[in-house]
């Protein structure tokens, strides 16, 4: 089974300036996925960004990327020119077949 | 486009009532699943299903029951509730179990007194 640790429980960051949340995982496998969810105050779970563990180009969302090593299991994201509306709990989530495990989530907020 | 549907919104129950949480889905996706979600926690993996008449256990399934006989619709039962079942539901779906983009629906928050 899948195990995902997220370092950070609480981040603040200045509007306008650039954020990283990290994330670990553990896994046996070779080809899986990871994603980000954000989730707001609404409860709603948003999806942030997707990778494809076996291709090596990071990917990129407008203000949104990751960096992703996957030797070392790392799956970090970066939000560059923070916005208000990005203020969320943020989940990194591996995923292989069927099966999506979630970290316990970094309280992000953004402060004008 | 509706996307995932889940009714009801909110329930309280009664140690020992059952229920029947629905999740609809109108975008013709073959994988469903149902996650519960604790307080300070991350999203957990009940039940899932990759298609009409097939599912199997997720990482939580004790205590629910569930079932998948149209592509559209994929409800979990809680067929004895107690209150360790408190927590906020949310059902799923994506196009197939290869890694795409899982769409999940607003949630159901359940509470068992």
């Known amino acids: 089974a899948q195990t995902v640790t997220q370092s950070q429980p609480e981040m603040s960051v200045q509007e306008a300036e650039t954020v990283t949340l990290s994330c670990t995982y553990d896994t046996s496998e070779s080809n899986y996925y990871l994603f980000w969810y954000k989730q707001p105050p609404s409860r709603q779970m948003i999806l942030v960004i997707r990778q494809e563990a076996y291709k090596q180009q990071n990917a990129t969302e407008n203000r949104f990327s990751v960096n992703f090593q996957k030797a070392a299991k790392s799956f970090s994201l970066k939000i560059s020119d923070s916005q208000l509306g990005d203020t969320a709990m943020y989940f990194c989530a591996p995923y292989n077949n069927n099966d999506m495990r979630f970290g316990a989530g970094t309280r992000l907020t953004v402060k004008p | 486009n509706a996307g995932v549907t889940q009714t009801p919104k909110f329930q309280v129950l009664k140690t020992g009532q059952s229920m029947t949480l629905q999740c609809a889905q109108d975008?013709?996706?073959?994988?469903m699943s149902w996650y519960r979600q604790d307080p300070g926690m991350g999203l957990r993996l009940i039940h899932y299903?990759?298609?009409?008449?097939?599912?199997d256990q997720g990482e939580v399934p004790n205590g629910y029951n569930v079932s998948r006989s149209t592509t559209e619709d994929f409800p979990l039962r809680l067929l004895s509730a107690a209150p360790s079942q408190t927590s906020v539901y949310f059902c799923a779906s994506s196009r197939n179990r290869g890694g795409n983009t899982i769409y999940f629906g607003e949630g159901s928050w359940l509470t068992v007194v």
């Open positions: 299903s990759v298609g009409a008449g097939i599912t």
């Open positions: 975008m013709n996706h073959e994988y």
